[in-house]
């Protein structure tokens, strides 16, 4: 069976495949289409198998929110080169993910692979562009949260990426931003001390009290000690008792009652990829 150049590139279209590729698949299958289809795919699941020991640390992290502002998420596809991770194809591949994600509210990672992407599963779809683009890639990490008003933030050069939710529907846009880039900056460890966990409170307790014995401070009152360092930690690593980047004279529990005395923040994500 013949085929034509319109063919070569519907297929390209269709996979993203090269074009000699998409040649070669065409005449491997004797002009049939989907065999030509079917033979990209498994090009690319051999591909895969032949890099799944390979590091995929480069890639890019994305934000996105619902049109309502009720739901944001967080998607990270991961590749193995800068290179590659500056690509717009595949830039716009993990966005197409993203995007498919909130469409659907899949609650998780696992959701998110197995939600259909043009006829396949993503996770086949990642298999299949790891054929196309030569590198292994891994979609790792999603994360939605839903609040009365969610707001994202992408750091230029997609490897960073945040998303907060507020108890209130109506939220100052600049002002969420600037939350959501206050996140980005300075890394919070959770909301408010309330919600740190107690794990975190242990270990930073015992790294003070260890620090302190060091420094020969007596036993008796190593605990008093501590417990100033953790309050010290509480304020440089909780969101809203950390100081506002913009302006260092206030919180951002103050800077949000500048706009509404009754906003506060009650979630949110956040995921750095070698930054």
């Given at each position: 069976m013949a085929f034509t150049t319109a063919d070569v590139v519907k297929l390209r279209?269709?996979?993203?495949?090269g074009m000699m590729d998409c040649k070669n698949a065409l005449k491997d299958a004797e002009g049939d289409f989907d065999a030509a289809l079917q033979i990209i795919r498994e090009k690319g699941k051999l591909v895969a198998n032949k890099r799944a020991d390979r590091e995929a640390s480069e890639g890019v992290a994305l934000a996105k929110v619902t049109d309502d502002k009720s739901t944001g998420a967080i998607v990270v596809l991961n590749c193995e080169t800068d290179f590659v991770a500056k690509n717009e194809n595949f830039v716009a591949f993990a966005q197409k993910i993203l995007d498919l994600a909130l469409e659907n509210k899949a609650a998780d990672l696992e959701a998110v692979k197995a939600l259909n992407l043009d006829g396949h599963t993503v996770e086949e779809q990642v298999s299949e562009q790891t054929g196309v683009i030569g590198e292994k890639l891994e979609l790792s990490y999603f994360k939605t949260i839903?609040?009365?008003?969610?707001?994202?933030?992408?750091?230029p050069g997609n490897k960073l990426a945040t998303i907060v939710g507020f108890n209130k529907a109506e939220v100052d846009a600049?002002?969420?931003?600037?939350?959501a880039m206050q996140i980005a900056a300075m890394s919070p460890v959770a909301?408010?001390?309330?919600?740190?966990p107690q794990d975190v409170i242990e270990k930073e307790l015992e790294i003070a009290k260890e620090k302190y014995r060091q420094e020969g401070k007596p036993e008796n009152m190593l605990d008093k000690i501590a417990q100033g360092s953790l309050n010290k930690f509480f304020k440089e690593n909780t969101l809203l008792e950390q100081t506002y980047v913009k302006d260092g004279k206030i919180s951002i529990k103050d800077f949000l009652k500048q706009t509404?005395?009754?906003?506060?923040?009650?979630?949110?994500?956040?995921?750095?990829l070698n930054v």
């Amino acid at each position: 069976m013949a085929f034509t150049t319109a063919d070569v590139v519907k297929l390209r279209k269709a996979t993203g495949a090269g074009m000699m590729d998409c040649k070669n698949a065409l005449k491997d299958a004797e002009g049939d289409f989907d065999a030509a289809l079917q033979i990209i795919r498994e090009k690319g699941k051999l591909v895969a198998n032949k890099r799944a020991d390979r590091e995929a640390s480069e890639g890019v992290a994305l934000a996105k929110v619902t049109d309502d502002k009720s739901t944001g998420a967080i998607v990270v596809l991961n590749c193995e080169t800068d290179f590659v991770a500056k690509n717009e194809n595949f830039v716009a591949f993990a966005q197409k993910i993203l995007d498919l994600a909130l469409e659907n509210k899949a609650a998780d990672l696992e959701a998110v692979k197995a939600l259909n992407l043009d006829g396949h599963t993503v996770e086949e779809q990642v298999s299949e562009q790891t054929g196309v683009i030569g590198e292994k890639l891994e979609l790792s990490y999603f994360k939605t949260i839903s609040a009365e008003n969610v707001a994202g933030y992408i750091h230029p050069g997609n490897k960073l990426a945040t998303i907060v939710g507020f108890n209130k529907a109506e939220v100052d846009a600049t002002v969420a931003k600037d939350v959501a880039m206050q996140i980005a900056a300075m890394s919070p460890v959770a909301v408010n001390k309330e919600s740190v966990p107690q794990d975190v409170i242990e270990k930073e307790l015992e790294i003070a009290k260890e620090k302190y014995r060091q420094e020969g401070k007596p036993e008796n009152m190593l605990d008093k000690i501590a417990q100033g360092s953790l309050n010290k930690f509480f304020k440089e690593n909780t969101l809203l008792e950390q100081t506002y980047v913009k302006d260092g004279k206030i919180s951002i529990k103050d800077f949000l009652k500048q706009t509404d005395n009754d906003l506060t923040v009650t979630v949110f994500d956040r995921y750095t990829l070698n930054v």
